[in-house]
Structures are given as C-alpha cells and as structure tokens.
C-alpha cells in the first residue's frame, strides 16, 4: 500500500503552511533520512525526510503552494513491487483531509506522522497508536476517563472554541516521536451548551468550561517514544521558550 506523506504541524498551533520547495521529483528513488520537501510558515521551515525506502510516485500538492491544511497529503510513495496503478486513491484522500475539518471546539481525532508510517487515534478519551491505516492500534494511554474527567490526545472545550486549537497530538518528523496534551478537568465546573436551537429537536452538550475566576483544567505535554514504548512528562518550566 502507497504511503502517504502528509503536511506536518511544525507548531501545536499551527493548521495550514506553505509547500516551499520539493527536493525528489516523482518517479525518483527514496530512502531513510532523505529530505524530500521543505515546509514552511511565517515563523519557521521544516525539512519532510523519508523514513522507508521507496519511490516518490505521485506529488499532490505542487512546489509553492501557500496554505495547505495540517495532514493534507501531499505525496504518495511507492514501496517495493508497486508502481503507479497503486495510486488511485491519492486524490480522493487528499480531497477528504482537505474538506473534513473537526466540529466547532474540537480538535483532530487523528495524527498521521509526516513519513507516513504511524498514525495516531483519539478514542474514548486515551490515545492510541497504529499503523498508517490506523490499524494493529496499541494503547498508550490508560488514565483517560468520564469518571476521572480527564482526556489525553485531545484538549477542552475553550482551547477550540476559543482560542482556535484544533490539534492536540503531533508528531515527530520520523514518526518515531508523539507529543499529546493531556487534560485534568477534574476540577472544572461544567457549562450547559445548546448547539441545535435552530433545528426542529434541539441537543445539550456540556462541557468543563472555566468561568473567570474559576479553576482551569491543569494541561500536561508527554511524548511517547515508538520504539522503545517509553513515555516522558515535558517540564514547561525546563523548557527555553525563547529558543529557536
């Protein structure tokens, strides 16, 4: 099965960037560790390496197109005995990651990693971790829970509403490498939505929801190491923001 290579967000916040140059055109041979294309926005520029042998069969979105969704596909490569009639469903993904974005206040429920060789899922409030297809999915986080009010791999209802956050798990450009929020709102007061006043039956969302001067959800950052199944706690505090 081709393997899709997708935008990368170089930042959490980051939703569409800038195709800034190819460096394989199609038809050319890749392997590990090769930079294939340079990915850039207003504030930074990301190398897109390869992580499988292969050969780029189908460029998507062509060198120098601005604002490309975050997990549009933007090639596709071949790996060993396909060739070009494996492709035909490229345009079609690339028009779905385009058009499908998360509902109002929502983020992602999946991450695929810019080489294309893991793709990471947001399911019952825990994080998992599969193949491209988001198949064989192990899961790496268990201390998600209604009960507990607490979610990793996606974020609460103000970071989408309010401030326009619609990831919450990113990936390393190897794909060996996952960072997912993790949020305890266990200490939050919950806000009584009604989304569908105008449709003939109306629905009730609630959510943990911080008035001010009350207690916000306590946010942490992991990164979850693929090959050696290890998960870090990032330190905000140890972090130099003011570095590059």
Known sequence: MP??????????????????????????????????????????????????????????????????AVNTPIAMILTEGEDKSALTDGKSAQGAATTTQPARGRQFDFAVAPAGNHRAIYKDRNVWVGDSAGANATQITTDGSVQGRI?????????GEELGQRTAMWWSPDGKKLAYYRFDESKVRDFYLTPSLT???????????????????????????VDTKKTTHVDWCAVNWSDP
Request: proline share 7%.
């Open 151 to 159: 979610k990793d791999g996606t974020a609460s209802w103000v970071y």
């Open 3 to 68: 393997i899709q290579v997708l935008m990368p967000a170089l930042s959490p916040t980051m939703e569409k960037g800038n195709l800034a140059k190819w460096h394989k055109k199609e038809g050319d041979a890749v392997k590990s560790g090769d930079v294939i294309a340079e990915i850039e926005t207003d504030k930074a520029t990301m190398e897109v390496e390869a992580v499988d042998e292969g050969t780029l069969g189908k460029i998507l979105v062509p060198e120098g197109t601005n604002d490309v």
């Open 199 to 225: 449709e003939i039956q109306d629905t009730l969302d609630v959510e943990a929801y911080p008035k001010p001067g009350a207690p916000n959800p306590v946010v942490d950052l992991f990164v979850y190491d």
